[in-house]
């Protein structure tokens, strides 16, 4: 019969409810932090592949309508007639250049498609559709809808689906009036979608249950085809953290990510990227490792029950004092020995792996310490290489390689920054467009090494004739811009002038005098776009070049103006 009265019976009872408690503690509380965890980690990467896919979409729609928005503007376009076989040819090949383009063609006043790639839909009237309607106003960007008429001519490429269409369209401006001559529209097809959602997520992402849905402002879903009308998407809102719970409206929970998708185009279509994920399969491996520790934990506390029963009253002294020791090896304490008078043999046995141990652990720790000062310092020197690498491609990104100037990416930049504080503050800024004087002659006399020299020496040239707050480019080729911030058009011509002088005096080429041609205006609050200046300053140095070269051309009507 058990005695609760004695020291051993007591210690059993003791250990074996210890360690049931503590078993089953360690396991609620290791459950409960692992789960947390790893909804934290899956959570996290949801959100990644979310916010990729965004991006990915917000992307490719910004580079869509900047294409047309570009192709619109592009003197080709706006001065070309729209019968031009050329126009035909160029329309083909930009439709060629991006596999989702399912049409691209202009239409003109009337709503007839006066020419379009592969000849589709030529002649048709168009008046009524949206995007003619309002791609004769302004830039268009339209949501995902079908497209019956253009559906019957081209094959699908999912043909289990319904083809759907994303529209672009841009006002065509005639360059003389810069009043609209046509409506330029791409139809880009929807299964563009499904290539960026299959290349955003990894090859296992259907095995874990992880499912992705683009949701329109309305909460519709767009994609996949599959769930549209079938699934019902929790309704959006800002406050809600990077991942959350929510049921979905249907019997089980998911962890779910919202991320709105945010493109630099002039309409917000307002789409969603919304991904879940079963919760019962992202907190799996929690299960199964909660099972595994209730396991070990029962298996333990019977070894513990065994033992305490056999040793409980021959090694609790001897014990206490290793117990104290131990910590004082917690404490700190460095030089602490485990030597015991006991004549049980597992105690000193245990006396001595204590020691070892204790010995090992000393020397781990200092290894430790090593290794995570290397590892620190490792750390900072990728650091400090990633930092320079970074800025080494920013300046790749903005400077032209051959020159050292800015390049044209660097120019369009700062042209639009000026654009718009000329419509915000009034605040003028002028351009020089200028161009090196028969320098296909110097590539054909002295070679292309001496015209990639000649380039150089006028590259450092141009600085020295102008102010600290003046922006100088490379614009392309053998031309060079220069923006002028603050300038009224009397003060560019002075400018420009002073360059043309200092190229004119400078020796590059032995007996072979380089001169330059500029072209001189100043942006107005009537310009219709930021690349109205750069064509009419590129219409001066066309007129600079008539005029016999080295010389500087201006806008003599604004001259005028504003005496």
């Given at each position: ?26 396991t ?22 979310a ?56 239409a003109?006043l ?11 839909l030529e002649?048709?009237?168009?008046s ?5 309607i ?9 949501d ?18 319904p083809?759907?269409f ?20 791409a ?13 955003a ?12 849905f ?12 599959k769930?549209?009308?079938?699934v ?28 709105p ?11 969603h ?19 595994q520790i209730?396991?070990i ?9 065994f ?6 009253n021959?090694?609790?002294?001897p ?13 700190g ?33 200092q290894q ?13 020197e990728?650091t400090q290489?990633?930092?320079q690498?970074?800025l ?32 915000r ?13 028969f320098?296909?002659k ?10 990639d ?18 922006f100088?480019?490379?614009?392309g ?13 009397k003060?560019a011509?002075?400018?420009?002038e ?6 004119a005096d400078?020796?590059i080429?032995?007996?072979h005098p ?18 109205t200046a ?8 066309y ?15 604004l ?5």
């Open positions: 019969m058990l005695q609760i009265d004695s020291f051993r019976n007591r210690l059993l009872i003791l250990f074996t409810g210890l360690a049931f408690t503590l078993g089953l503690c360690i609620l509380y290791i459950g409960q932090i692992a789960s947390a965890q790893m909804t934290k980690a899956n959570g996290q990467a949801l959100y990644i592949s916010k990729n896919i965004s991006n990915t979409l917000a992307t490719s729609l910004t580079e869509r309508e900047r294409e047309m928005v570009l192709l619109g503007q592009s003197p080709f376009f706006a001065e070309a007639d729209f019968h031009n076989p050329r126009v035909q040819i160029q329309l083909d090949q930009v439709k060629k250049s991006y596999q989702y383009y399912a049409w691209l063609g202009i003109n009337d709503g007839k498609v006066e020419v379009a790639a592969n000849h589709l002649g048709a009237d168009v009524e559709r949206p995007w003619f309002n791609g004769s106003k302004h830039v268009y960007l339209g995902v809808h079908k497209a019956v008429l253009l559906a019957k001519q081209i094959k699908a490429v999912n043909p289990n689906e083809m759907r994303i529209d672009f369209a841009t006002p065509i401006y005639d360059p003389v009036t810069h009043k609209v001559k046509g409506v330029l529209a139809h880009a097809d929807w299964s563009w979608a499904g290539h960026v959602l299959n290349s997520l990894s090859q296992d992402a259907v095995e874990q249950g992880i499912e992705v683009i949701v329109n402002s309305s909460g519709d879903i767009l994609y996949p085809f769930s549209i009308g079938q019902k998407p929790p309704a959006y809102s800002k406050q809600r953290p990077m991942y959350f719970l929510d049921h979905w409206h249907e019997d089980k929970a998911y962890l779910t990510v919202d991320i998708v945010v493109s630099k185009t002039t309409t917000n279509l307002g789409w990227v919304v991904i879940r994920q079963p919760v019962a399969i992202a907190l799996m491996n929690v299960r199964s490792l909660q099972h209730l396991l934990g029962f298996i333990l506390s019977l070894v513990l029950l033992i305490t029963y056999k040793l409980a021959k090694f609790s002294h014990i206490e004092k290793l117990a104290q020791k131990a910590h004082a090896v917690e404490q304490q460095d030089n602490v020995h485990f030597e015991t008078t006991t004549t049980i043999r597992e105690i000193q046995g245990l006396s001595q792996s204590l020691e070892s141990m204790t010995e090992t652990l000393l020397s781990q720790q430790l310490q090593d290794t995570n000062a290397n590892l620190e310092q490792k750390v900072e990728r290489a990633l930092k690498a970074n080494e491609l920013e300046k790749l990104a903005r400077y032209d390689a051959l020159t050292g100037l800015h390049n044209r990416r660097a120019c369009n930049a700062y042209l639009d920054y000026l654009f718009e504080q000329l419509h503050s009034q605040q003028v800024y002028a351009v020089l467009l200028m161009d090196i004087d320098f296909k110097v590539n054909d006399t002295f070679g292309h090494e001496m015209g020299y000649v380039l150089q020496s006028v590259a450092k040239l141009l600085p020295t004739a102008l102010r600290t707050t003046d100088v480019a490379r614009f080729g053998e031309e060079f811009v220069v923006l002028l911030p603050d300038t009224s058009l003060g011509v002075v400018l420009a002073k360059i043309r002088q200092v190229i400078a020796v080429i032995d007996h380089i001169t330059m041609s500029i072209g001189v205006t100043v942006a107005s609050l009537e310009d219709v776009d930021v690349n750069i064509r009419r300053a590129d219409k001066n140095l007129s600079a070049k008539e005029q016999g070269r080295n010389c500087v051309v201006s806008s003599k009507e001259i005028e103006a504003s005496e």
